[in-house]
């Protein structure tokens, strides 16, 4: 029984004229009357008594008519949820958050995301940014929010959320609080807070390599494993750490933001693999480049070709 057979026969049902069905489906009236007689065929039974001057449903015809009903909702349902998925109105969305990734536009965008499409499942994780890019590149995460220093995450796209560069964060009691800028071979001497190097390893490294040209290695005073306690300990007077210059979002009273000279870029990017990206994925992205349009942060999408 095919699905042309089951709407030819509701029409018929509906019109009971074989001439009124035919404009109704907008084919032949001699295909409508091809057609019942092959679905009389396959289901063994006449569903129609048919005279010159009338049409009339018979007792199987008359039993038919509800299941072929339901069927014909119940495919119309799929269909439409079918078309909602394809959309990214339905479905789900697995999004990755580093540490700074959490201090950009996308949680706003998150917020708008869930009240234009409450029907999507939204999954956020939060893992270093060499455990997003993993994840990313092995299908168990969507979009990633990363530290970016490079233009290439083959075979991963990208598209800059934050533009950003590294800055000293200081105590407002050190002698440095009250320097515009200062050059980076002036922190030789100085105790270092990191965060621990794997929640972003890309920072870590870019900064260390940064400071290798200056003549030094950083004096790693303390590992720590969340930002605001990063803070806390350099309010404090412990030592120094160098961050993105977003991190001051957290408006932490006890400490200063410094400029480093030369100047090292820290962007956030997000970053997902372009033939696993979901239509829920797309959807977001979309809402986020409308997000990045109408403020400050942002910039150009890029990935490996």
Same mark, same amino acid.
């Given at each position: 029984?095919?699905?042309?057979?089951?709407?030819?026969?509701?029409?018929?049902?509906?019109?009971?004229?074989?001439?009124? *069905?035919?404009?109704?489906?907008?084919?032949?009236?001699?295909?409508?009357? =091809?057609?019942?007689?092959?679905?009389?065929?396959?289901?063994?039974?006449?569903?129609?008594?048919?005279?010159?001057?009338?049409?009339?449903?018979?007792?199987?015809?008359?039993?038919?008519?509800?299941?072929?009903?339901?069927?014909?909702?119940?495919?119309?349902? *799929?269909?439409?949820?079918?078309?909602?998925?394809?959309?990214?109105?339905?479905?789900?969305?697995?999004?990755?958050?580093?540490?700074?990734?959490?201090?950009?536009?996308?949680?706003?965008?998150?917020?708008?995301? =869930?009240?234009?499409?409450?029907?999507?499942?939204?999954?956020?994780?939060?893992?270093?940014?060499?455990?997003?890019?993993?994840?990313?590149?092995?299908?168990?995460?969507?979009?990633?929010?990363?530290?970016?220093?490079?233009?290439?995450?083959?075979?991963?796209?990208?598209?800059?959320?934050?533009?950003?560069?590294?800055?000293?964060?200081?105590?407002?009691?050190?002698?440095?609080?009250?320097?515009?800028?200062?050059?980076?071979?002036?922190?030789?001497?100085?105790?270092?807070?990191?965060?621990?190097?794997?929640?972003?390893?890309?920072?870590?490294?870019?900064?260390?390599?940064?400071?290798?040209?200056?003549?030094?290695?950083?004096?790693?005073?303390?590992?720590?494993?969340?930002?605001?306690?990063?803070?806390?300990?350099? *309010?404090?007077?412990?030592?120094?750490?160098?961050?993105?210059?977003?991190?001051?979002?957290?408006?932490?009273?006890?400490?200063?933001?410094?400029?480093?000279?030369?100047?090292?870029?820290?962007?956030?990017?997000?970053?997902?693999?372009?033939?696993?990206?979901? *239509?829920?994925?797309?959807?977001?992205?979309?809402?986020?480049?409308?997000?990045?349009?109408?403020?400050?942060?942002?910039?150009?999408?890029?990935?490996?070709?």
């Amino acid at each position: 029984m095919e699905l042309r057979h089951v709407r030819t026969f509701l029409a018929l049902v509906e019109e009971l004229h074989f001439g009124r *069905a035919a404009r109704r489906l907008r084919v032949a009236q001699s295909a409508v009357s =091809q057609t019942i007689r092959a679905l009389e065929e396959d289901v063994g039974a006449q569903l129609f008594a048919r005279t010159k001057r009338s049409v009339a449903l018979t007792p199987a015809g008359r039993e038919l008519v509800g299941p072929a009903r339901r069927a014909i909702d119940e495919l119309e349902r *799929a269909a439409a949820a079918a078309r909602r998925a394809s959309a990214g109105d339905t479905g789900q969305l697995v999004l990755g958050l580093s540490l700074s990734g959490s201090l950009t536009a996308v949680p706003r965008v998150v917020a708008k995301f =869930q009240r234009e499409r409450p029907h999507v499942h939204l999954h956020i994780q939060s893992r270093s940014s060499a455990e997003l890019l993993e994840a990313i590149r092995d299908g168990q995460c969507d979009i990633g929010l990363v530290p970016a220093f490079k233009d290439e995450f083959a075979p991963l796209a990208a598209q800059i959320v934050q533009n950003a560069v590294l800055v000293a964060f200081v105590s407002k009691r050190h002698a440095l609080a009250k320097r515009a800028s200062i050059d980076l071979k002036e922190l030789a001497e100085e105790p270092f807070i990191f965060l621990e190097q794997a929640r972003e390893p890309e920072i870590r490294l870019r900064f260390w390599r940064r400071c290798a040209e200056a003549g030094f290695a950083p004096k790693v005073l303390l590992e720590i494993e969340q930002l605001d306690a990063l803070l806390a300990f350099v *309010a404090a007077g412990v030592g120094i750490a160098c961050a993105p210059s977003f991190v001051g979002q957290l408006h932490h009273r006890g400490i200063v933001a410094v400029r480093l000279r030369p100047a090292m870029r820290a962007h956030i990017s997000a970053v997902w693999h372009p033939k696993r990206l979901p *239509a829920t994925g797309q959807r977001f992205l979309e809402l986020l480049r409308v997000e990045l349009a109408g403020g400050a942060a942002g910039g150009g999408e890029h990935g490996a070709k």
